[in-house]
């Protein structure tokens, strides 16, 4: 047991997400407060015109996909990194993998 957690520790793949991990966590920080000024926009816009924005929903919608994505990745659901690190059309069309099939 104690020799497989030493190899697991000599990983440089674990070290590396680890790494990568930490940096999409900060990103998480940023995205979270560009949509909470998406949101304030939306709500400013809707009580101005009384219809939301399709621009702005467009965006939430793009934001919120990519959230999901680097969740899913910190989670260790998926293995794809979010974008800078892979295509931003990669996070639009994100299927969520199942690596523990049960054979139900």
């Keep these: 047991m104690q020799e497989q957690i030493n190899e ?5 793949s674990t070290w ?3 790494v990568f991990i ?3 966590a ?3 920080g940023l995205v979270r407060v560009v949509l909470w000024g998406i949101i304030l926009l939306q709500i400013a816009y809707t009580l101005l015109t ?3 924005n399709k621009n ?3 965006l939430g919608k793009k934001l919120a996909a ?3 994505h680097i969740l899913l990745f910190l989670t260790f659901n998926t293995d ?3 974008f800078p690190f892979s295509d931003w059309n990669t996070t639009e069309t994100l299927e969520i993998p199942n690596k523990y099939k049960s054979d139900n």
């Design 66 to 68: 990519y959230l999901y």
């Design 16 to 18: 590396k997400r680890i």
């Design 56 to 58: 702005i929903l467009d």
């Design 50 to 52: 009384g219809n939301s």
């Design 8 to 12: 697991n520790l000599k990983k440089p």
């Design 22 to 24: 930490m940096l999409f």
């Design 80 to 82: 794809e990194m979010p």
């Design 26 to 28: 900060i990103i998480v």
